[in-house]
Nanobody, 122 residues
Framework: VQFVESGGGLVQAGGSLRLSCAAS????????MGWFRQAPGKEREFVAA?????????VYADSVKGRFTISRDNAKNTVYLQMNSLKPEDTAVYYC???????????????WGQGTQVTVSS
């Protein structure tokens, strides 16, 4: 499975961005999909995850709950991360990943995208 991420960029605090992660290959719907982020000098951290079936089977980090929404379109082999009310501390490289469960642990994901930069200015 390979991914192409898009949608990152520079936005002012309070603004919104929508990240997309398009997957190649079959069996996309069999994977849980997660979004992680990594800021300079920090470890990669969990943001959100959605089960293969999508819908309301989602998990969020406390820091983004209520502001970010993860969703997927299995017909398009794509997972999304809608980010609203962005804060400077959301600045990081954002990665999508595929795994067996909606885990918060990076090492439990098998496939990773290349990352897309999100920068939030104050």
């Amino acid at each position: 499975v390979q991914f192409v991420e898009s949608g990152g960029g520079l936005v002012q605090a309070g603004g919104s961005l929508r990240l997309s992660c398009a997957a190649s290959g079959r069996m996309f719907s069999s994977y849980a999909m997660g979004w992680f982020r990594q800021a300079p000098g920090k470890e990669r951290e969990f943001v959100a995850a959605v089960a293969g079936s999508g819908g309301t089977n989602t998990v969020y980090a406390d820091s983004v709950k209520g502001r970010f929404t993860i969703s997927r379109d299995n017909a398009k082999n794509t997972v999304y991360l809608q980010m609203n009310s962005l804060k400077p501390e959301d600045t990081a490289v954002y990665y999508c990943a595929a795994g067996r469960t909606t885990s918060r642990i990076p090492r439990e994901y098998d496939y990773w995208g290349q990352g897309t930069q999100v920068t939030v200015s104050s």
